[in-house]
């Protein structure tokens, strides 16, 4: 009789699927690195892609608190959520008059972190570079806070 032997599953280390990642520790076990690789691939997550383009499309004329913000809101912590934001900022691009706010710099700023700014936050999720709230003195509200100040404004 004939045994069959179960495939191995072969460890792919994050440094080689994520070669632009920091912070990364020297001394990561296998297992951690199974698991975060597990978090930023997984298929079951579905980005907002109406929430991204309403920060874009709102703060679109400063480019690192909308990167603030998209990082905040989790758009870069999947393979998925870069990938929307990437077909996000070619609709963009195209997009003439109705991209509201937001600048060419911004787009460009934005695909660069989207394609090459990895980094290990403390939850092992994956964010965007070194992007930090320290770095931005005025923050971007967020798109529903801002809809609705505009609301009362309107009303008053």
Excluded: W
């Amino acid at each position: 009789m004939q045994v069959k032997k179960r495939a191995r599953v072969e460890h792919q280390p994050i440094r080689d699927a994520l070669p632009c990642a920091t912070g990364l520790p020297d001394d990561m076990d296998t297992e951690t690195e199974d698991r975060i690789m597990k978090k930023y691939f997984d298929p079951s997550i579905e980005p907002n892609r109406f929430k991204y383009v309403s920060i874009i499309k709102i703060g679109g004329h400063v480019p690192y608190e909308v990167i603030y913000t998209l990082n905040h809101t989790g758009a870069f912590a999947s393979h998925n959520g870069r990938q929307a934001l990437l077909g996000l900022i070619r609709d963009a691009r195209n997009a003439g008059a109705h991209r509201g706010n937001c600048t060419n710099e911004t787009l460009d700023t934005l695909e660069r972190y989207t394609q090459y700014a990895f980094s290990l936050e403390k939850d092992e999720t994956i964010g965007c570079g070194s992007v930090d709230a320290g770095d931005f003195p005025v923050r971007l509200l967020s798109a529903e806070r801002y809809l609705e100040d505009m609301a009362k404004k309107s009303i008053i």
